[in-house]
């Protein structure tokens, strides 16, 4: 089993910057794409941003230019650097995640609980 554990979330003013974390624990052999996803009271999640295993990044046009993700595959931890942060980035965001359980199976998709990131002056 994998669990992922998110924080860094919290209330932050219009303009300003927040960063997020997602570690992996558990039993898996591998980490593969990991990745943000967002819901905001009201909508559907949607995606933010991923990263896979050897960096290859993607974006939501929504926050490109002011969001950024990266990880570290020895700490099995993405992150969000979120900067220029708008009122309509409030949402709790939820970590996602690949993973391998061990060789002799397919890699299955894992979310953590969410954080709550609240943009507001």
């Known amino acids: 089993q994998v669990q992922l554990v998110e924080s860094g979330g919290g209330l932050v003013q219009p303009g300003g910057s927040l960063r997020l974390s997602c570690a992996a624990s558990g039993s898996f052999f591998s980490i593969g794409t990991m990745g943000w996803y967002r819901q905001a009271p009201g909508k559907q999640r949607e995606l933010v941003a991923t990263i896979t295993s050897g960096g290859r990044t993607n974006y939501a046009d929504s926050v490109k230019g002011r969001f950024a993700i990266s990880r570290d595959n020895a700490k099995n931890t993405v992150y969000l650097q979120m900067n220029s942060l708008k009122p309509e980035d409030t949402a709790v965001y939820y970590c996602?995640?690949?993973?391998?359980?061990?060789?002799?199976?397919?890699?299955?998709?894992?979310w953590g609980q969410g954080t709550r990131v609240t943009v507001s002056s």
């Open positions: 996602d995640a690949d993973a391998l359980p061990n060789l002799s199976s397919d890699y299955k998709n894992y």
